[in-house]
Nanobody, 124 residues
Framework: VQLQASGGGLVQAGGSLRLSCAAS????????VGWFRQAPGKEREFIAS????????YYGDSAKARFTISRDNAKNTVSLQMNSLKPEDTAVYYC??????????????????WGQGTLVTVSS
């Protein structure tokens, strides 16, 4: 499966952005999807994930109460709605996928397929 993240940009602190991950090449509903980010000089950080059906979601500590992950299997997309953005959210955001059995709960990984990232910059 090929993944392409988009939707990044420059936003002021307190603002919102919606990232999208578009998939192609395989049956998208066979894959659980996750979002990660990496800031300069820092390790990659898990943000959120969603199960094949969308019925299970899982969030990293930095995303809880501010970010929401969702998916539309008919459109082969997963979205990450980010609200109340902070300067420390500045990073390159990546989406990733892994093939799992139907009913497997969302988790932080591991993930096998990665897309190119999209840069999110939050100004203070």
């Amino acid at each position: 499966v090929q993944l392409q993240a988009s939707g990044g940009g420059l936003v002021q602190a307190g603002g919102s952005l919606r990232l999208s991950c578009a998939a192609s090449g395989r049956t998208f509903s066979n894959y659980a999807v996750g979002w990660f980010r990496q800031a300069p000089g820092k390790e990659r950080e898990f943000i959120a994930s969603i199960s094949r059906s969308g019925g299970s979601t899982y969030y990293g500590d930095s995303a809880k109460a501010r970010f929401t992950i969702s998916r539309d299997n008919a459109k082969n997309t997963v979205s990450l709605q980010m609200n109340s953005l902070k300067p420390e959210d500045t990073a390159v955001y990546y989406c990733a996928a892994r093939q799992v059995r139907w009913g497997t709960p969302a988790s932080s990984g591991p993930y096998d397929y990665w897309g190119q990232g999209t840069l999110v910059t939050v100004s203070s």
